[in-house]
């Protein structure tokens, strides 16, 4: 029996969740602000406190691992790394993009499983982190930054249907008018919602590097220094 603990740090909200054989048995969010630091390692505890009170043993820790919040993602990985390290289960890491994809395709029962979907992170200004997947998972649009205009994934909506979740998806839907795009609202990547692709990875034994592992920022970390008051 897989018992996995899951991580998602990338965005506005904290979640922690234990999944047993692709079974969601506990899970604790935050979603008071952003206060990943201060909650985590809490929710953490309280998640093994139940792996010790069900006499479980933990088979591997599960964190996202980006595009997202470069700070959320260096406090779930480090935290997770930590974990995994002490307690000598591997590690898994979580694609963002793909948590919102999987979480896509339960909210909509209607689906063909032809339509591309394409999560999409909010970035500066009119920029998002995004990539588009078959109901497969397959990329038919590399993962990366983008910034967004009228022709954003016009070749896709040429074609297909496109439904696009997210935070950053606001932003597309104020720049891009096709008939074939759609639209899923308040779609947040949550670690329940890491289930399937953490046991996938599991059975799979796709795992990370403890040691060498980083986020996948898909862009350069940028630090900015203040400017002096006058």
Sequence with gaps: MSTILNIETSGKICSVA????GVLEFDLENREGIKHAEVLAP???RAMEEVKRKEWKLDAVAVSIGPGSYTGLRIGLSLAKGLAFSLGVP????STLKILAVKAMFRNFNFTGEEILVPMIDARRMEVFTGAYDFALNA???PGPMIL????????L???EVWFMGDG???AKDVIDSPNAHWMEDLYPMAKDMLA???KALREKDFLDIAYSVPEYLKEYQTTVARPRI
């Design 18 to 21: 234990l999944t047993r054989e």
């Design 149 to 156: 205009d009228s022709e954003s994934y016009a070749g896709l």
């Design 43 to 45: 929710f953490v505890e």
């Design 158 to 160: 040429a074609e297909k």
């Design 140 to 142: 038919v649009a590399d």
């Design 197 to 199: 692709l953490s046991e």
């Design 91 to 94: 590690l898994i890491g979580v």
């Design 169 to 171: 998806a606001g932003k």
